[in-house]
């Protein structure tokens, strides 16, 4: 008994996209591509407070009391900080290595804590006064771009610009113009990195500086921005002439 063939579709099936052109309506595929170099909007800066002693309770309290330093001293710059979070705490023993028991030789505490500014200015003062507190650690500055930076709309708009230009000069060179856009996808359009390889802390301190009442604030330079966006176009074009 004969089976229906299954080669040919019913008239009401949808018809599979064709991934080429025709003779009647050749296709164009190219890329635009953009690169901004732009200002940062934000920096990032990491605090590490910390605080060691024989008793436990005296440590946590000696802690507690540094990090509450450090916090009135990042919230007194008011709306130049956007963001403050404390990330870990941690109150360790170190035991002895000699004698036939365990016993704790000391105790240490820490506490990370992270900033983010848009105030440059403020950054500089900012870190140096950190760093001149007793048993702080100040790590970065890291430079970035906020997610809903203009800068990332404006690297797809010239990509996108770009691509058009490109298909457009393909079709002109073939004594032709496009007809319509097929396709536009979007293969990546990314700012750099959240968090780029830090450059080493500014400064570590075991004590207070005595050497000065107040230390100078560091000249602190944005590092520049890398922006990309990447699209794929499809065009079709009027029939060329060859």
């Known amino acids: 008994m004969a089976t229906p063939s299954s080669a040919t579709p019913a008239p009401d099936e949808p018809q599979p996209a064709v991934p080429y052109g025709t003779p009647e309506a050749p296709r164009i595929a190219v890329r635009g591509e953009a690169h901004l170099d732009v200002d940062p909007e934000i920096a990032r800066i990491g605090i590490t407070v910390t605080a060691r002693g024989r008793d436990r309770r005296g440590t946590l309290a000696d802690l507690t009391r540094r990090n509450t330093t450090v916090l009135d001293l990042v919230k007194s710059y008011g709306e130049a900080v956007e963001r403050l979070e404390t990330g870990a705490f941690s109150i360790t023993p170190e035991l002895t290595g000699h004698g036939r028991g365990e016993r704790v030789r000391t105790h240490h505490g820490t506490v990370r804590i992270t900033a983010e500014l848009a105030d440059f200015t403020a950054l500089g003062e900012l870190t140096t006064r950190l760093a001149d507190l007793d048993l702080t650690r100040v790590d970065g500055p890291w430079w970035a771009l906020r997610p809903d930076s203009p800068a990332h709309r404006e690297a797809r708009r010239k990509a996108v610009h770009e691509a058009v230009q490109r298909a457009r000069e393909y079709a ?26 830090p450059p080493g802390r500014m400064r570590t301190l075991a004590h207070a500086a005595a050497a000065e009442d107040t230390a100078a604030a560091l000249d602190l330079e944005p590092q520049r921005q890398q922006v990309y966006a990447q699209v794929n176009a499809r065009f079709t074009m009027r029939p060329p002439r060859l």
């Not at 002109?172 to 390889?197: F, H, I, M, Q």
């Open 172 to 197: 002109e060179a073939l004594g032709t113009s496009l007809a319509a856009l097929v396709e536009l996808a979007d293969v990546g359009a990314e700012g750099p990195r959240a968090y780029p390889p």
